[in-house]
């Protein structure tokens, strides 16, 4: 579970947030509208409209575990790379796979764990025939 502190909104300084900064900001937080609109008239309820919106990148989606509507195909590269557990980078912050940053190397910057090190100066066995 998240902590509640992440979600609490921040702001920069005054003037900076362009409309790029906005999406980014709705992308990685999400962004959900829950509406009930109710129609009644003399208190005889006639019509009952419910609406749940989300508007999150797949990343953030999957983050929060949020569902989509049934017949929707999510079974996609991007939705499964959006799944992956993810680490920074401690040398540029991208995020990268947690097994690649750890055994591989950050595909940005090239930066390699002490593990990645080991494994590279190990030498392999070789295979007896």
């Not at 591989?104 to 030498?123: D, F, H, I």
Request: hydrophobic share 45%; glycine share 6%; proline share 6%.
């Amino acid at each position: 579970m998240m902590a509640h502190s992440a979600l609490q909104p921040t702001r920069g300084r005054k003037g900076d947030g362009s409309l790029a900064d906005v999406i980014e900001v709705v992308l990685d937080k999400g962004l959900v509208i829950n509406a009930d609109i109710v129609v009644s008239v003399a208190g005889v309820e006639l019509l009952g409209i419910k609406i749940r919106a989300a508007l999150a990148s797949f990343a953030t989606a999957a983050r929060y575990g949020l569902e989509f509507p049934s017949g929707t195909n999510i079974e996609t590269s991007v939705w499964q790379q959006a799944q992956l557990v993810k680490e920074s980078c401690p040398q540029c912050s991208k995020q990268v796979p947690a097994d690649e940053l750890l055994d591989e190397r950050c595909p940005w910057c090239g930066w390699q764990s002490a593990r990645a090190k080991a494994r590279l100066t190990t030498p392999l066995p070789i295979p007896e025939m």
